[in-house]
């Protein structure tokens, strides 16, 4: 079995983020750091290589995004992730989810055709914490032309079918398709492993294949600001934090409180 997993390097949550005067995420601003949830997409593939043999399981990590996104791509290589493929070309800035989709689709093909004796299934996080669209892994599937399973919250390959369950407010709903099939997974599905000294090690003699639209077969007219669907208007920074409301229990706290949460439509 061949698995892809999709994962991208974002702006640290815990750094301060900033917008360029286009309207665009200043990347350079803060630190970059592989995607949590992108994480726990290779922590699922690798369990899944492990469930089901070890050796007769690759795990190829696709990425798109600049130069810098080796180091995203390092650790997911050093987690266990047996190779992978990073696009990169400048033809992609501005990219918007179509395109991203369109681009990851392409490179998700140089690594083999869809189905038997290719790739069998693509695992990605359910959304980027930069972009938070949580539409590029159907968006893909659609390219591809293959089923999607979203949310998920566990994943079982058995045979030739892939299994998913999906924890919803109304319950939890199970999702079945034939592989090849695209899956998401959620923030809840796994804990990811740390890295160890020899994996990172290892790391840096796994392959890792570098493209270009070209080489990834990918049309330049299709990717990029130029391609994309949407575009930014305006874009007003986050307002400072306003002091919060200090209730005195005179007696009446309670009522004071009530009031409170009712001016706020808590309740």
């Given at each position: ?58 795990v ?5 995004g ?6 995203a791509?390092?650790?997911?290589l ?20 179509v ?23 693509v ?6 914490s ?5 539409a ?34 109304d ?43 070209a ?8 990717v ?7 575009s930014v ?10 002091a ?21 439509k808590?309740?």
């Open positions: 079995m061949n698995i892809v997993v999709l994962v991208k390097q974002v702006p640290d949550t815990y750094s301060e983020r900033r917008l360029r005067g286009d309207g665009a995420l200043d990347r350079d601003a803060s630190d970059a750091v592989l995607d949590e949830i992108n994480e726990r997409a290779v922590e699922e593939a690798l369990q899944l290589k492990e469930a089901h043999g070890g050796s007769e399981v690759t190829t990590v696709v990425s798109m600049p130069d810098r996104a080796t180091e791509i390092r650790k997911a050093s987690m266990g992730a047996d190779a992978a493929v990073h696009l990169t070309d400048e033809g992609l800035a501005g990219s918007d989810a395109g991203t989709a369109r681009a990851l689709a392409g490179a998700i093909g140089t690594v083999g055709p869809m189905g038997s004796g290719g790739v069998d299934l695992l990605a996080g359910n959304e980027a930069d972009g938070r669209s949580a590029v892994p159907a968006m893909v599937a659609e390219v591809l032309g293959l089923p999607a399973l979203t949310h998920a919250r566990q994943v079982t390959v058995e045979g030739g079918s892939v299994t998913v369950r999906r924890e919803t407010d319950g939890v709903v199970t999702l079945s398709a034939e592989l090849p099939a695209v899956v998401s997974v959620n923030e809840k599905i796994n804990e990811p492993r740390y890295p160890s000294f020899k994996g990172i090690m290892a790391a840096k003699k796994k392959p890792v294949t570098t493209l270009s639209l080489a990834a077969g990918l049309d330049a007219a299709q990029g600001a130029a391609a994309a669907l949407t208007v305006s874009a007003t920074p986050k307002p400072p934090k306003s919060g409301e200090k209730v005195v229990d005179d007696g009446d706290g309670g009522t004071k409180l009530a009031a409170f949460l009712v001016a706020q808590l309740i």
